[in-house]
Each structure stands twice: as C-alpha cells, then as structure tokens.
C-alpha cells in the first residue's frame, strides 16, 4: 500500500511514501485505476479510455459557460463561475471525523509491566520538574 502523490508530498517521511522511481507500474491499463479507460463509463472502458464521455461532457459545459459569461460581458453583466457541486448527503457527512483501523499485535505481559513502570517514573518525575521551574 502506498500514499496518493498529494499524501506523499505532505508525509514525506512516512514509510508509506514511495518515491515515483521506486514504485511498480501497474500490470495492465485496467489495473491503473488514473487511467481513462477506468472512469467508469462502459464507452470508456470498451475504446480503451480514447472516448471517455464524462470528460466530452464536461468540456461542454466548460464552454457553455464561456459563451455565455462572453455574451454577459457584452451586455454589461456580471459573470457567472462555476460551482464546484458538494456531493450527496454521504459525502458531505462523511467528510469529518474520519476512524482509522490500526492493526497491532499485543504486547507481552514483560512489555506491558515494562511500559507501566517506565510510565510510573515519567509521571513522578512531571511534579519535581515542574516544582524546580
């Protein structure tokens, strides 16, 4: 599993991250799941991503509104943009608070008697650190 391009610019660190010259290439252009033939149109996938009409449908609408905000202009009327749609009710609510799984294994008893103590000292060392200050 590795980070998207974004996560990886921002995690640069993170073991996830792989650089772009270390990763695998996909095996086929339907195992790529950037690539045209997969936008989830069946047109797509059957011309192999060189038709793909939900990026036809929106270059049209990109140039409707071109015209129409260059006829607005003309006349004297403000122009309009674009609004970006917010999603369905889902992708609005599910935006936040997103839960993590991590999977880990369990300590041992040692590690877990290990780590209480080593808890205990760092605790009653806090109240003398913070008297001294």
């Known amino acids: 599993m590795s980070l998207t391009r974004d996560q990886a610019r921002e995690h640069a660190g993170s073991a996830l991250a792989i650089p ?3 990763r695998q290439q996909f095996a086929s252009r339907f195992s790529d799941p ?3 033939a997969n936008s989830g149109s ?5 011309t192999g991503g060189a038709i793909n009409p939900a990026e036809r449908r929106q270059r049209r609408r990109e ?3 071109e015209r129409r905000n260059r006829r607005r ?3 004297g009327l403000p122009l309009k943009n674009r609004k970006a749609k917010k999603g369905g009710l889902i992708k609005r609510v599910l935006q936040q ?3 993590y799984l991590m999977i880990v294994n ?4 040692e590690e877990l008697v290990s780590a209480r103590e080593a808890l205990g000292r760092v605790q009653s060392d806090a ?4 008297a001294a200050a």
């Not at 109240?127 to 913070?130: G, K, L």
């Open 20 to 22: 772009e010259s270390g």
């Open 34 to 36: 950037n690539h045209p």
């Open 42 to 46: 069946l047109i797509s996938l059957l």
């Open 63 to 65: 140039a409707l509104l």
């Open 73 to 75: 202009a003309a006349v």
């Open 97 to 99: 608070d997103v839960l």
């Open 106 to 109: 369990m300590p041992s008893e």
């Open 127 to 130: 109240p003398q650190a913070s």
